[in-house]
T-cell receptor, first 112, second 114 residues
């Protein structure tokens, strides 16, 4: 079993839809939770970062962490074609340095 | 665009050869890490360097090695290339003392091993 599970998709939605992306994990010691966006032939770009449990909002993006359920989510409101990319969840331990554990990524396509 | 630059962008090698990939960190960042991303997978942590020394390693064999230079640039070396080494290799930089794992990635080097 992988430490971090993520549905690879692909997920196709119409423009303006609310998108929900999710990851589950098995290591209860993870404290830092991130969402990265990766366009084709590019490196991952940090979108959202959350420490421990709770919600964080940034513009059209909302990240949620539920440590009791070992479940994290990313919501995208009013989705745009430019949001079409692969979304990677990532997690880190306290004192883990730069060692992130990534999910496999969910491929999202937002259609006109 | 992050300030992390990688070279070359693409590389083709044959099995058994050796390869060196290069990375220039974002200004002010003194920690660099390397990740391997196979097709359809998330990045896998190879190792990280701080103060020119390796101070964390993932589940990769010793034929994967690295260097960090005083100007914080870095190299990833892979010896005795295998077909399964074909992947996108990503360099990421960060500030030491930031425990959050916020990394800034380059665009990667796409390595094909034939």
């Amino acid at each position: 079993q992988k430490e971090v599970e993520q549905d690879p998709g692909p997920l196709s939605v119409p423009e303006g839809a609310i998108v929900s992306l999710n990851c589950t994990y098995s290591n209860s010691a993870f404290q830092y939770f991130m969402w990265y966006r990766q366009y084709s032939r590019k490196g991952p770009e940090l979108l959202m970062y959350t420490y421990s449990s709770g919600n964080k909002e940034d513009g059209r993006f909302t990240a949620q962490v539920d440590k009791s359920s070992k479940y994290i989510s990313l919501f995208i409101r009013d989705s745009q074609p430019s949001d079409s990319a692969t979304y990677l969840c990532a997690m880190a331990l306290t004192g883990g340095g730069n060692k992130l554990t990534f999910g496999t990524g969910t491929q999202l396509k937002v259609e006109l | 665009e992050t300030g992390v630059t990688q070279s070359p962008t693409h590389l083709i090698k044959t099995r058994g050869q050796q390869v060196t990939l290069r990375c220039s960190s974002q200004s002010g960042h003194n920690t660099v890490s390397w990740y391997q991303q196979a097709l359809g997978q998330g990045p896998q942590f190879i190792f990280q360097y701080y103060r020119e020394e390796e101070n964390g390693r993932g589940n990769f064999p010793p034929r994967f090695s690295g260097l960090q230079f005083p100007n914080y640039s870095s190299e990833l070396n892979v010896n005795a290339l295998e077909l399964d080494d074909s992947a996108l290799y990503l360099c990421a930089s960060s500030l030491v003392g930031d425990p959050s794992g916020k990394l800034f990635f380059g665009s990667g080097t796409q390595l094909s091993v034939l």
